[in-house]
């Protein structure tokens, strides 16, 4: 029989009713027999025993109770078949190493193979120090040296050199370079570096003038006048003699000597002999003394210079003052005929025959013009 918790006033017992009239009540199930305890002051009435109901549905288990003492062992039984063997277990790990064993005695070689193709070859080592020099050896027989010009053989110092006398040309050069920090000696028809004026020299016929090459122009003349045409002064050309240009001192004085002025005299020039003169270009070694640096030159009386301007209306300018010094002045020589007419000189007007000459025409007062005035 099964019971349960009620709630007050209701208690239902089998096919008989029990009629509780307290709440409360517990009830327990035990070994088939129903014991209702009273609380409260219920009231028990026992009814006929009704017919065993089913089984009702087992309780919790129980905690275990305590483990009984061991048996006794009973005798092995008989050994079961062997069971099919098992996969093989995995790999362990390697042992430790064992001593090497002694070594065999060596067989007997084998033939050799074919040579193998030869491999790259490796980068070249350090180069190793130098060993100590040997001792010289005696020294031998001297032999007979002969040389061919131009080349030259000194026996004394057992030398070649070259003879440049003896050269006649230099071919097939691409150019001439020259040692810019040598100052070589001049000598005529040789070509130096001239550091001071930045460009080559080239000392000319003679060795009086030197040529600044690319600074300068000059013109070998002769002078056929019968006396010395001195360095420095102004010279105008008067004919040729032999197809040499001939000159004489130019002169401020007269048409003629203001006619054909080509320049300064850079050395002194004997009578029937050749010199030259500078058409442009620098003019070394001269009196400036009197003159400033920057001062134009004109032409003056008998070749000299001056750097007043006429007043004649002939006026040659020659050109410029460089270096004011009593011995070692500089002028830049660049002669130019100025546009003005030359006073006295011949003049010719179109559609008039004949010659004129030019010639100062006062207007009035102070007031003067040049003209051609015809005879």
């Known amino acids: ?16 009713a029990l009629t509780l009239v307290n709440a409360g009540l517990m009830t327990t199930s035990l070994t088939g027999f129903a014991h209702i305890t009273e609380q409260l002051g219920s009231t028990l009435v026992a009814g006929p025993k009704g017919d065993t109901g089913e089984t009702g549905a087992a309780g919790p288990q129980g905690e275990p109770g305590p483990r009984g003492a061991t048996g006794l062992t009973g005798p092995m039984g008989p050994a079961g078949a062997s069971g099919d063997q098992g996969a093989a277990g ?19 070689a084998g033939a050799q193979g074919p ?10 080592g350090i180069q190793g120090i130098q060993g100590p020099i040997g001792l010289t050896g005696p020294q031998g027989p001297t032999g007979v040296v002969s040389a061919t010009a131009p080349l ?14 003896q050269i006649d040309r230099l071919g097939a050069l691409g150019y001439l370079q020259f040692d810019t920090s040598v ?18 020299n080239l000392q000319l016929k003679d060795g009086a003038v030197t040529l600044q090459i690319g600074q300068e122009s000059v013109q070998l003349v002769k002078n056929i006048t019968g006396s010395t045409l001195l360095n420095g002064r102004a010279v105008r050309v008067t004919g040729s003699s032999g197809g040499r240009i001939t000159v004489e001192h130019a002169d401020n004085n007269s048409v003629t000597g203001a006619t054909g002025v080509i320049g300064v005299l850079t050395e002194d020039v004997l009578t029937g002999e050749n010199g030259y003169v500078t058409t442009y270009g620098l003019v070394h070694e001269l009196d ?25 209306g002939r006026i ?10 009593s011995s070692q002045g500089v002028i830049y020589v660049a002669p130019i005929q100025n ?33 051609c005035d015809y005879p």
């Open 1 to 16: 029989m099964r019971f349960s918790n009620l709630g007050a006033n209701a208690v239902l017992v089998t096919a008989a």
């Open 90 to 108: 995995a790999n362990g790990s390697d042992g430790v190493d064992g001593q090497d064993g002694a070594n065999g005695q060596d067989g007997a």
């Open 115 to 124: 040579v193998g193709d030869q491999g790259p070859i490796g980068e070249q």
């Open 152 to 165: 030259i053989y000194d026996a004394e110092t057992q030398t070649l050199s070259l003879n440049l006398d």
């Open 183 to 200: 100052d070589a000696p001049e000598a005529p028809g040789r070509i130096t570096w001239n550091d001071a004026d930045g460009t080559a």
């Open 288 to 312: 400036t003394s009197q003159w400033s640096p920057g001062a134009p030159l004109y032409l003056n009386g008998t070749g000299q210079l001056t750097n007043v301007r006429p007043t004649n």
């Open 316 to 325: 040659v300018q020659l050109g410029f003052v460089v270096t004011q010094d």
């Open 339 to 371: 546009f003005e007419p030359i006073i006295g000189g011949i003049c010719q007007v179109p559609g008039q025959a004949g010659t004129g000459v030019y010639g100062w025409h006062n207007l009035a007062g102070s007031r003067w013009i040049v003209v």
